[in-house]
């Protein structure tokens, strides 16, 4: 049945076959014909989860196993990260690794091997995983595990859902005291002082900070650092939370009941927006108790929260720098966007950890390269344009400097990249590609990134 679909920032709209099954023999006897991509919750910004074909992951939604002693989770590939919340959070149980929404399902949790704000101390998403089972090209089953089919593991930590569908995965929770956040947050009058802070919270569990991409002179890259922790019971001792330290959160969600107006969203309104946002946080430094819905997926209390961007969509553009130039880098990309009068008001800055300094679970010595993971050790900036005459090449400028500075740019967030920027960016992609010829010689699982980047 054919189906209008399109990913969070709404660009692109395609008209797409949905294809939808839990049993893996009926799945695998559909794909013979033209090429299919999974699709989940379509929270990829840009077209990853997006073909002719696609196959909806949704209903593939059992939890299959739990260990409450060590905390090893097994569930399938269409379970989202909501429900494995509110399932194991009031067991005592949390996301090892959490990126900025929780309507994301587990398999493209795998696909993008997201980060969240603990990657500098915890790795992203796929560290933490131990075993992924996939249906593959020639309608077999395969495990795969850091240990088990190597090579196909690290190829589908991060690898867009092409190497074949998963099926169920199998990766470690981690234990927690209470379902609250002890939140400090710092304003940072510009954007050394945002390093600095940055830094010097490196022990912090949780770090992030919001930015004003717009502010200019002395005030380039101010902003606001949060910092957080998982709440002890000492820490909720005398509050209301004493008693039920796992209260999941319970807030009415707002909605964006349509699609606003492309004219809303101005340099004036982000300006006047970010302002408020500075102007809010007074004190140089706060500090209290929050749930994690407030700490982790600020946004998810905005239902449809992209329709603010207008019928034309918007696009993310997120991009990490190593340390060696984060600096320079941000300083030029920042003078970059404000002198082209195009702020974004959702703005997220965030340190990236070494990721071959985290160890693997599931496997002894050093841990596995993921081709084409995102993160670095150094610095992520995450933008939202809405989509206007003359963004595409803007962005495209935007890329040669992420490049030439040693970056590059996050896939699940993209909607136009080039192919052979992607080359330039990440130098495994010749890697991944042996890889995915070997086990879908043919081209089975494609999508519209796929064939965009060759890859």
């Known amino acids: 049945m054919k189906k209008t679909i399109a990913n969070w920032g709404m660009y692109p709209v ?10 893996p023999e009926a799945i695998s006897s559909m794909l013979g014909k033209e090429p299919v991509i999974a699709r989940g919750l379509g929270r990829s910004y840009g077209d990853a ?14 939890f299959l196993s739990f260990d409450e002693k060590s905390g090893l989770l097994t569930c399938e590939a269409g379970v989202s990260l909501q429900e494995v919340l509110d399932t194991f959070v009031p067991r005592g149980w949390f996301l090892p690794v959490t990126p900025g929404t929780k309507f994301v399902t587990v398999g493209g ?15 992203s998403f796929c560290r933490h995983v131990t075993r992924i089972r996939l ?25 867009m859902g ?27 009058r510009d954007l050394d002082e945002m390093f600095t802070l940055i830094n010097e919270h490196e022990h912090s569990t949780y770090t992030v900070s919001w930015m004003d991409c717009l502010a200019r002179g002395r005030s380039r890259g101010r902003g606001i650092l949060f910092t957080g922790e998982h709440a002890t019971l000492k820490d909720v001792a005398g509050t209301k939370f004493e008693k039920e330290p796992f209260t999941l959160p319970h807030k009415l969600p707002l909605t964006v009941p ?58 993310q553009y997120q991009f990490v720098l190593p340390d060696r130039t984060a600096y320079d880098g941000m300083v030029r990309i920042l003078d970059e966007i404000s002198s082209h009068r195009l702020g ?10 070494d990721p071959m300094a985290v160890s693997q679970a599931g496997k002894k010595g050093a841990p596995p390269q993921f081709p084409l993971s995102f993160p670095l050790l150094g610095y992520s900036l995450a933008m939202d344009f809405a989509i206007r005459p003359g963004m595409m090449e803007f962005l495209d400028r935007l890329d040669e ?40 010689p043919k081209g089975r699982f494609q999508s519209l990134l796929s064939q965009r980047l060759k890859l």
Request: aromatic share 12%; hydrophobic share 40%; with cysteine.
């Open 258 to 315: 349509f699609v606003l107006p492309s004219f809303v969203l101005n340099s004036l309104t982000v300006q006047a927006f970010n302002l408020a946002v500075y102007s809010s946080h007074l004190a140089k430094k706060k500090e209290g108790l929050v749930d994690y819905d407030k700490f982790f997926y600020p946004l998810d209390f905005i239902h449809n929260w992209n329709r603010i961007y207008g019928r034309a969509g918007f696009l």
């Open 109 to 123: 949790a795998v696909a993008s091997d997201v980060h969240g704000k603990n990657h500098h101390v915890s790795g």
């Open 49 to 62: 989860s997006l073909s002719g074909r696609v196959f909806n992951d949704l209903p593939r939604n059992r």
């Open 135 to 159: 249906l593959m090209a020639d309608g077999t089953v395969q495990e795969c595990s850091p240990v088990k089919n190597a090579d196909l593991f690290r190829a589908t930590a991060g690898g």
């Open 162 to 188: 092409l190497t074949g569908l998963i099926l169920d995965v199998s990766l470690y929770m981690k234990r927690i005291e209470t379902s609250m956040i002890r939140q400090v947050s710092y304003r940072a």
């Open 401 to 440: 400097i992420v490049q030439s500075f040693g970056g590059r740019v996050y896939l699940t967030k993209d909607a136009r990249l080039k192919a052979e920027m992607l080359r330039r960016m990440y130098p495994a992609t010749k890697e991944f590609l042996a890889i995915r010829k070997k086990v879908d």
């Open 344 to 353: 974004s008001f959702l703005v997220v800055f965030k340190r990236c950890g």
């Open 14 to 23: 395609i008209e797409a076959e949905e294809i939808e099954s839990i049993r």
